[in-house]
C-alpha cells in the first residue's frame, strides 16, 4: 500500500520551461513534505520542504505547494535547467517526537525528470 | 560542508554470510536513520536512532541489527544474508533538536551490497 504516490515514472520538459512534478499522499498523519533530487549511485539530495502548517515554500528556482484537502503537493522548477535531469523523490514524514524529525521518511517512487535542449 | 560518510561503498557477500555497514552522519547532527533500496524501488525506512537509542523501526527484518554509537556514528549489522539483501543502503542524519526542521535528513552515499 503505497502512502506517498508519483503518479508520473518519468517527465519530460524543454529547456528554460516549467517543470512540475507531483505528489499524492493518503495517510493524514504525515505533517512534512520534502523532495530529493537524485542521480544514479548517489544518494538523495534535499532540495526543499514544506511544512503542512503552509501551503507554499519558495527557494530559488524550487517552490513546492502544498494542498492539504486535497493531499496533494507539487514541485515548480523554473527555469528548468540541464542539470536539473534526475529521479525526483517526494517524500512524507509523520509527527515526531516534540513535533522535530525522529520518524523514518516515506518515500514516492520517483519521478524521472529529463529536461530537453 | 561535511556530509554524511558511508563505508564500505561496496560490498561482496555470500549467502548466509554477515555484513557490517558503517556510517558517520555530519557534525552535530543526533540523530541517525538507515534505508533499503531495492532495484527500480523508492527508499525503504529500517530504523533510527537519536542519542544513542533506537527512535523508531521500519520495516528492518530481524536478522538485521544496527546500533549508534558514544562518537554519534552508527552501524548496520546484516546476519544470515539472503539474495533479496542486495541492495542499496543509505544512512542519513538530521538535527532533531532544531524541530520541523529536524525532519530534513541528509543522505550519504550509500553502500551497495551485493549478495551471491
Known amino acids: 500500500d503505497q502512502q506517498v504516490k508519483q503518479n508520473s515514472p518519468s517527465l519530460s520538459v524543454q529547456e528554460g520551461r516549467i517543470s512540475i512534478l507531483n505528489c499524492d499522499y493518503t495517510n493524514s498523519m504525515f505533517d512534512y513534505f520534502l523532495w530529493y533530487k537524485k542521480y544514479p549511485a548517489e544518494g538523495p539530495t534535499f532540495l526543499i520542504s514544506?511544512?503542512?502548517?503552509?501551503d507554499k515554500n519558495e527557494d530559488g528556482r524550487f517552490t513546492v505547494f502544498l494542498n492539504k484537502s486535497a493531499k496533494h503537493l507539487s514541485l515548480h522548477i523554473v527555469p528548468s535547467q540541464p542539470g536539473d535531469s534526475a529521479v525526483y523523490f517526494c517524500a512524507a514524514a509523520g509527527r515526531g517526537y516534540s513535533g522535530g524529525g525522529a520518524d523514518g521518511l516515506t518515500f514516492g517512487k520517483g519521478t524521472h525528470l529529463i529536461i530537453q535542449p | 560542508a561535511a556530509g554524511v560518510i558511508q563505508s564500505p561503498r561496496h560490498l561482496i557477500k555470500e549467502k548466509r554470510e554477515t555484513a557490517t555497514l558503517k556510517c558517520y552522519p555530519i557534525p552535530r547532527h543526533d540523530t541517525v536513520y538507515w534505508y533499503q533500496q531495492g532495484p527500480g524501488q523508492d527508499p525503504q525506512f529500517l530504523i533510527s536512532?537519536?542519542?544513542?537509542?533506537?527512535?523508531d523501526k521500519g520495516s528492518i527484518p530481524d536478522r538485521f541489527s544496527a546500533q549508534q554509537f558514544s562518537d554519534y556514528h552508527s552501524e548496520l549489522n546484516m546476519s544470515s544474508l539472503e539474495l533479496g539483501d542486495s541492495a542499496l543502503y543509505f544512512c542519513?542524519?538530521?538535527?532533531?533538536?532544531?524541530?520541523?526542521?529536524?525532519?530534513?535528513?541528509?543522505f550519504g552515499p550509500g553502500t551497495r551490497l551485493t549478495v551471491l
Open positions: 536512532f537519536y542519542e544513542k537509542m533506537q527512535s
Open positions: 542519513a542524519s538530521s538535527l532533531r533538536t532544531s524541530g520541523s526542521a529536524g525532519n530534513e535528513q541528509f
Open positions: 514544506i511544512s503542512s502548517i503552509k
